[in-house]
């Protein structure tokens, strides 16, 4: 614990805990629409983004989140007018983000930062990226719990949310600014290739547990906190990489709910049968009378 008295550990410690609130809190939505691999993509085009900061000397993060929100909204728009296919869409965000991003890295002169973008680097986070982190995170939250019901409705079937009058072309645009928004501020914390294990895992876990999207949301944002302040913390003792300790134990988060709710049906279903045999007098009375 005495690492955490040093300033750049509470600013990963607060990075970090901040994200894992906002990530499951939109990945909850990009699950329910089965695209839970679009924060990789996004992820991509960030890294262009990263690249064109740094070689114009500009703060990389806001930069990057101003191209990925242009490029998500792209690829929104696109699919929308089904122009092409959701899988096409994505293949051209992998593969033309990583090219731009790693060219432009290439030409800024400034290739060792490309690994703090790549696989995350909490304890280099600065003041300032981490004032843009807070602001933008709170934000997203709170986007994503005021809007829940309208968000549910077009993830869930988005031509009765059409038909109810919900505007779903703005809606499918917001989630996409925020995807890509969220994307990026959380690639400072486990990087571009593990962004959407933090927006993913905690909602897979949740939903082993839970039945109701509310319920599933709240424990998702409960697991996504865990893993973030337990991931850092283990980073510090173990001197480890803060990004992929933080996703680690997400995904021992998941096993572990994961086994305990399998048990926990297992034992249920033992136990109702013997209720059973209770019922039998009853039925012998009724078939004598």
Do not use: K
């Not at 490309?114 to 933008?136: E, K, Q």
């Not at 988005?158 to 109810?164: D, F, K, L, N, Q």
């Amino acid at each position: 614990m005495e690492l955490f008295q040093y300033p750049y550990m509470q600013r990963a410690l607060i990075g970090a805990l901040v994200i894992g609130l906002a990530a499951p809190a939109l990945g909850i939505y990009l699950v329910q629409r089965r695209l839970a691999l679009i924060g990789d993509g996004v992820g991509h085009v960030a890294l262009t983004g990263v690249g064109a900061g740094l070689l114009l000397n500009h703060s990389p993060v806001l930069v990057a989140v101003i191209v990925a929100s242009l490029g998500a909204i792209t690829i929104e728009l696109v699919r929308a007018r089904g122009r092409t296919s959701g899988d096409l869409a994505l293949a051209l965000l992998f593969y033309g983000g990583i090219a731009g991003g790693v060219m432009l890295v290439g030409l800024s002169d400034n290739t060792r930062a490309l690994n703090a973008y790549l696989f995350g680097s909490l304890t280099t986070i600065s003041p300032g990226d981490l004032t843009t982190i807070t602001v933008l995170g709170a934000a997203i939250l709170v986007t994503m719990l005021a809007l829940r019901p309208a968000l549910f409705a077009v993830c869930h079937d988005e031509e009765y949310a059409r038909v109810s009058g919900l505007p779903v072309r703005t809606l499918n645009l917001l989630l996409a600014v925020a995807t890509a928004v969220t994307v990026t501020i959380a690639m400072r914390a486990v990087g571009v290739l593990l962004i959407s294990a933090l927006m993913v895992v905690p909602v897979a876990a949740a939903q082993q547990v839970t039945r109701g999207f509310r319920g599933t949301m709240a424990a998702a944002m409960a697991l996504g906190l865990f893993a973030a302040g337990s991931g850092v913390y283990v980073a510090a003792n173990a001197n480890t990489a803060p990004g992929a300790s933080v996703v680690l134990m997400a995904i021992a988060s998941f096993a572990v709910v994961a086994l305990g709710g399998t048990v926990w049906r297992a034992l249920r279903r033992r136990a109702a049968p013997a209720a059973a045999p209770a019922a039998e007098p009853h039925e012998v009375v009724l078939h004598r009378s």
